[in-house]
């Protein structure tokens, strides 16, 4: 498979048109179609399906549009990467980000960088733990970081200062917005919106025994999604402080849990890693400020 042919193959899946797709391209129809078919031969499968309302994928067509991506990712970060060789005064870092107020520390290291190496771009993807961590693993990444333990025989890391609190973010009208924080007993039975990595990784040790009291209304996986839903009276969610509007203009608020409960952030790149200068360069600029004193 050509990687031309691939980008071919995204666009007409994006257009769900061969036309739009072909003048997107600057290509003529026929040859777009011709690439197309040809790709289908080469996989023996078909991609596409054509509708009244245009072109869709297949099951296998949406299979590869997913290695596509990835494959296409994986090219362009490696082009990046060659460029950037020769260019100590800027490049591009893709990194992984968890929802955390955390990420003001990588934001300061990134100022700090900008003041020597101006022509640096960031590239942030943010989702959980599981996400990030799969497209570190996939070299798609040159960072992330992650609200959980780290695995030390896949990765190195720095632990980030000011773990995260945990707490519940509600209506300002509701009647536990009267105390200052929530205990378990609180939250039994009230229909509860919270990540899925929470409620695995986090929430269990918190509730303890009376975990299979809980009442999990919805999964997220980013907050504001859940403060939408709160918002509108669909339940209470849990989430780390500072990630929610809950100023004197919202009508949300956020009380935290009672025993307290923290979750730490790592910043993590694959043991034997190999960076491009710039990259290096940011790494230098955390390890300064996060590695632990010797």
Known sequence: MELRVLRYFLEVAREKSMTRAAVSLHVSQPTLSKQLKELEDE???KLFVRSNYGINLTDEGMLLRKRAEDILDMADKTAEEFRALDDIAGGDIRIGCAESDSIKHLARCFKALNERCPNVRYHLYSGDTEEVASRLDRGLLDFAIVAQDVNLSRYNHLAVPDPDVWGVVMRKDDPLAA???????????LPLICSRQALTEDLPAWFGEKLDQVNIAATINLVYNATVMVRE????????????????????CFRPLEPALRTGMNIVWKQYQQFTPIARLLLDEMTSRYAPAR
């Open 43 to 45: 996989l023996g499968r």
């Open 233 to 252: 009276g669909l339940g209470y969610a849990l989430s780390f402080d500072k990630l929610a509007n809950t100023g004197a203009d919202s009508d949300l």
């Open 179 to 189: 105390k200052e924080a929530i205990r378990v007993d609180d939250l039994l039975d």
